[in-house]
């Protein structure tokens, strides 16, 4: 007899999940960018994904979590105190999953309207901005590349590279075209 094994959802995961009207409210507002839930019971919170990834990390996905309506239920912030600020959301950008070595974002949020502003902005312009940074400060430290405004189709066109800057400009101009 073939087992059915359904898929992981908040509805089997978190089943006690207090604001799973939420969840499906955020899933629903993030459906234009591809968002998927990835909940799993093994983990504090439920959270929303979009993998995001590249040759050298496939599995690099952009997170969102989101804790427990009632801050009592939450496992990171069951004994906040009065007066702290209760960061309900945490948006994530990692490439490997549980590499903190590998992120590129980790930002906490209040409300549901931050982390959609935050998303919105992510994909019309801030993640390009993160990336410039990001590229000016390698190419700053690479000394045998003496063009320090040239973009990364022209560093690995035109410069003799070590494996390593290969792997960094490939990779960088692939999150670049996303």
């Given at each position: 007899m073939t087992q059915v094994i359904e898929q992981r959802s908040i509805h089997n995961q978190f089943p006690n999940f207090d604001d799973k009207?939420?969840?499906?409210?955020?899933l629903n507002k993030l459906d234009e960018h591809d968002f998927m839930d990835e909940c799993w019971h093994n983990e504090a919170m439920p959270h929303v994904a979009k993998i995001m990834g590249t040759e050298k990390?496939?599995?690099?996905?952009?997170?969102?979590?989101?804790?427990?309506?009632?801050?009592?239920?939450?496992?990171l912030h069951h004994d906040l105190k009065e007066g702290q600020t209760y960061y309900r959301f945490n948006i994530h950008l990692q490439g490997e999953y549980g590499d903190d070595s590998t992120t590129e974002i980790n930002k906490d949020f209040e409300t549901m309207e931050e982390v959609l502003e935050f998303v919105d902005e992510f994909f019309k312009s801030k993640y390009h901005s993160?990336?410039?940074?990001?590229?000016?400060?390698?190419?700053?430290?690479q000394g045998n590349?003496?063009?320090?405004?040239?973009?990364?189709?022209?560093?690995?066109?035109?410069?003799t590279l070590t494996e390593d800057q290969k792997?960094?400009?490939?990779d960088f101009i692939e999150r670049w075209e996303q």
């Open positions: 009207e939420g969840f499906n409210n955020l990390y496939p599995d690099r996905a952009l997170r969102i979590w989101m804790d427990w309506q009632d801050h009592q239920w939450s496992e993160l990336l410039v940074d990001q590229w000016n400060e390698w190419l700053g430290k590349i003496d063009n320090k405004e040239a973009d990364a189709q022209e560093v690995i066109t035109c410069y792997e960094f400009v490939t």
